[in-house]
């Protein structure tokens, strides 16, 4: 009995100190992605440490999570968050495009009838969405897009999407409020929708690489707009 307290004492333990390594990592995380902590400023293992009330280790595990992310760099000044530019834009879009139009192919490969009643009716409550919300039209879309990734039922695709996705959450400002755009971009997810259930992968790959090309157009020109 005494060697069972033990073992479950040390996994107590064992879980508090996971948690404590993941709370600054997610911290720091959502600071990057909010713009709280902006493009070229200098992140000390000291000061990050004393304001989020923890030891050193945690930051430093931090660190070098956010920099194996891409979020973060090392300099000759020490860590830093990434500047935003329109080179990286037209990277991340350039593997997107690829990997979205990959991950409708093989969605409407292997589809389930479920996949697709998903799809139907998160695409209608995209429909009644406020439209005056940008950030809640924004998280809408997202869901009808993860909802893609999940119907392709390859996990290393959706692996790659969500660092791709999390890399664009540092750009604020969503295409969707791009006069017009919203409506196309509905219209454009019925197409999808409506290939990928009557399984031709090559409409699908070609209609969300059409789709996420129109979007990286309209996030180049609002850069240069001076609205990212």
């Not at 479920?114 to 005056?132: G, H, P, Q």
């Not at 909802?147 to 959450?169: C, K, Q, T």
């Amino acid at each position: 009995m005494a060697g069972t307290g033990a073992r479950e004492t040390g996994k107590r333990g064992a879980l508090a100190r996971s948690v404590a390594r993941e709370v600054p990592y997610e911290s720091l995380l959502q600071e990057i992605l909010r713009g709280e902590l902006f493009p070229g400023e200098i992140l000390t293992e000291a000061a990050l440490a004393e304001r989020l009330q923890v030891s050193r280790t945690p930051i430093r595990e931090a660190l070098t999570r956010l920099e194996q992310d891409g979020l973060v760099r090392r300099t000759s000044r020490g860590m830093e968050v990434r500047e935003r530019s329109p080179e990286e834009i037209l990277d991340i879009y350039e593997v997107r495009i690829l990997l979205e139009a990959d991950a409708a192919r093989v969605a409407a490969e292997r589809r389930s009838n479920l996949d697709v009643i998903s799809l139907r009716r998160i695409a209608a409550e995209l429909d009644k969405m406020d439209t005056s919300d940008p950030d809640a039209m924004a998280e809408a879309n997202r869901t009808f897009h993860h909802a893609v990734w999940r119907a392709a039922h390859n996990e290393p695709i959706m692996d790659l999407l969500r660092r791709l996705d999390m890399h664009l959450s540092r750009y604020p400002t969503t295409t969707l409020s791009d006069p017009g755009r919203w409506e196309a971009s509905l219209a454009e997810h019925r197409q999808l929708i409506a290939a990928i259930e009557a399984r031709d992968g090559d409409l699908a790959a070609r209609t969300s690489s059409e789709h996420f090309t129109a979007a990286r157009d309209i996030r180049l020109r609002l850069w240069t707009e001076g609205k990212l």
